[in-house]
């Protein structure tokens, strides 16, 4: 059974930079969707970048001038670049997997990903 771990996240100053990483193991096949998701202080978790099953990338409008998605598939790990770091930006993030079906349209609903990382948290400060 696919599990997924994510790593990375620390405490930073505004305007900085962070990857977080998301290493899948357990599975020999790569998910036909994967996900990252946050879910910020008092909020709904809601998704901010996903691969989807062509391999075509697909971020937020609210954070696609600084957020990016990337995956290693040899390494099964997929990435969440984030730069210009904002104190808004804090919360905990979280990889998803999905290995049933992959729609462009609710690529960004939680319920759509089966599998799910125990999250890592990211905290920025002014």
């Known amino acids: 059974q696919m599990q997924l771990a994510e790593s990375g996240g620390k405490s930073m100053q505004a305007g900085g930079s962070l990857r977080l990483s998301c290493a899948a193991s357990g599975s020999t096949r790569w998910p036909i969707c994967m996900a990252w998701f946050r879910q910020l202080p008092g909020k709904e978790r809601e998704g901010v970048a996903v691969?989807?099953?062509?391999?075509?990338?697909s971020v937020a409008d609210s954070v696609k001038d600084r957020f990016n998605i990337s995956k290693d598939s040899a390494k099964n790990i997929l990435y969440l670049q984030i730069t210009n770091l904002r104190p808004e930006d804090t919360g905990t993030y979280y990889c998803?997997?999905?290995?049933?079906?992959?729609?462009?349209?609710?690529?960004?609903?939680?319920?759509?990903?089966?599998?799910w990382g125990q999250g890592t948290q990211v905290t920025v400060s002014p």
């Open positions: 998803a997997a999905s290995t049933q079906t992959c729609s462009y349209t609710f690529r960004f609903i939680p319920d759509e990903y089966g599998r």
């Open positions: 691969i989807l099953a062509d391999g075509t990338p």
